[in-house]
T-cell receptor, first 112, second 114 residues
Framework: DGGITQSPKYLFRKEGQNVTLSCEQN?????MYWYRQDPGQGLRLIYY???????QKGDIAEGYSVSREKKESFPLTVTSAQKNPTAFYLC???????????FGPGTRLLVL | GDSVTQMEGPVTLSEEAFLTINCTYT??????LFWYVQYPGEGLQLLLK?????DKGSNKGFEATYRKETTSFHLEKGSVQVSDSAVYFC?????????????FGKGTSLLVTP
């Protein structure tokens, strides 16, 4: 089955620690996105990538980093510079930009 | 900049009632419009979409019509079921947003009671 997978489902971060959230897709999509969802809020864009080895900052990129070394994978690192990381993180992809985006199941990040 | 405004929830309905969730938008270009649904603890699922004025998107009994004159994309369903209980997000995408990223409303929570 084609789809988008995110792991882990839950992730716990200690103070000062960097953590990495995984996003993999086997849909052969060029474009991938990371969004952050806070309770009672819509989703906000963290980073996006339209093609391998290229990515751009979104609206709330501070304290986050990404890489896009393979078409299938777009991992997100939450660094210690992100002071309020507790949120639900959603990865999405589309066949190319301007096309419909499809979402993974999400990773919930909690701070210990 | 672009923005999406949805009616605030929660919305509580009895099974088989008629559903309307209002969504209006502000956009500088000609956006595509979407409704996504989120069940508890899950990611977002595409419910329906419309890419140009007067298009009607439909899926699983839900419908929404792209109204350029009123900048609206209201979601409707004639007879809701308990299984429709979820959070519904209206969103738009156009060339003015980063990489055609989605611009979301805050979501409307729907609870359908038996």
């Amino acid at each position: 089955d084609g789809g988008i997978t995110q792991s882990p489902k839950y992730l716990f971060r200690k103070e000062g620690q960097n953590v990495t959230l995984s996003c993999e897709q086997n849909l052969n999509h060029d474009a991938m996105y990371w969004y952050r969802q806070d309770p009672g809020q819509g989703l906000r864009l963290i980073y996006y990538s339209q093609i391998v080895n290229d990515f751009q900052k979104g609206d709330i990129a501070e304290g986050y980093s990404v890489s896009r070394e393979k078409k299938e994978s777009f991992p997100l690192t939450v660094t210690s510079a992100q002071k309020n990381p507790t949120a639900f993180y959603l990865c999405a992809s589309s066949i190319r930009r301007a096309e419909t985006q499809y979402f993974g199941p999400g990773t919930r990040l909690l701070v210990l | 900049g672009d923005s999406v405004t949805q009616m605030e929830g929660p919305v509580t309905l009895s099974e088989e009632a008629f559903l309307t969730i209002n969504c209006t938008y502000t956009a500088t270009g000609y956006p595509s419009l979407f409704w996504y649904v989120q069940y508890p603890g899950e990611g977002l699922q595409l419910l329906l979409k419309a890419t140009k004025a007067d298009d009607k998107g439909s899926n699983k009994g839900f419908e929404a019509t792209y109204r350029k004159e009123t900048t609206s994309f209201h979601l409707e369903k004639g007879s809701v079921q308990v299984s429709d209980s979820a959070v519904y997000f209206c969103a738009l995408s156009d060339g003015s947003s980063s990489g055609y990223a989605l611009n979301f409303g805050k979501g409307t929570s729907l609870l359908v009671t038996p």
